[in-house]
């Protein structure tokens, strides 16, 4: 059975820039329904239960028809989600260094830039989704995915991604989705990026 991951720090660990409210709710009752509704979908199929959720979405293929939907919806909520609590922390923000920093600024052309472009895959994503850095060859680039899609599913490896459903951020920043990918920035723990990269 796959399991809600703990947080690695309190729920208001992230003030102000994201609410305990929003993250009480958004871990407690959205992840945990992914979980719980993955683990529905999979009741019955003891081959599929035993697989990481990383195999399940990497091959949805192998995944029956008639199972298919809900584990890419309900599987890619947990592992979108997962990713999401772990490349956050108390400690944020600032740039990334190392080879991560330079993969960046090889492709944006400075760190500027690659907020600038991600902040506007993010923006542009209509209705609910997420905006995404992933693992390109030797190097790295920005896309955008609908619902609870992960870059998985398209075999690549995602690095950092920024929920932007309403239930990320609406308690405090109501429709003002560039206000909190502003504030977003700064709870970002690049080590944990990098060491994804």
């Known amino acids: 059975m796959h399991k809600l991951p703990r947080l690695p720090y309190s729920f ?87 080879d991560l920093g330079d993969a960046i600024r090889s492709v944006f052309g400075s760190f500027e830039k690659f907020q600038e472009q991600l902040n506007a895959a993010a923006m542009g994503r209509f209705g609910s989704g997420w905006g995404w850095l992933v693992k390109s060859g030797a190097g790295v680039e920005i896309l955008s995915t609908a619902n609870q899609d992960t870059p998985l599913s398209d075999g690549k490896t995602p690095l950092l991604g920024v929920d932007v459903w309403e239930h990320a951020y609406y308690l405090k920043y109501q429709n003002r989705r560039a206000d909190y990918l502003n504030a977003w920035w700064n709870v970002i723990r690049w080590d944990r990026v990098a060491a994804r990269f």
């Open 12 to 98: 208001d660990a992230l003030e102000p820039h994201i609410d305990a409210r929003t993250m009480e709710i958004h871990h407690g009752k959205h992840h945990a329904a992914y979980v719980a509704n993955l683990n529905k979908a999979l009741e019955g199929h003891p081959d599929l239960q035993a697989k990481t959720i990383e195999e399940l979405l990497c091959d949805l293929g192998s995944v029956p028809e008639s199972i298919r939907t809900a584990v890419r919806n309900h599987g890619g909520g947990h592992a979108n989600h997962t990713l999401f609590w772990d490349i956050m922390g108390p400690q944020g923000g600032g740039q990334p260094a190392g």
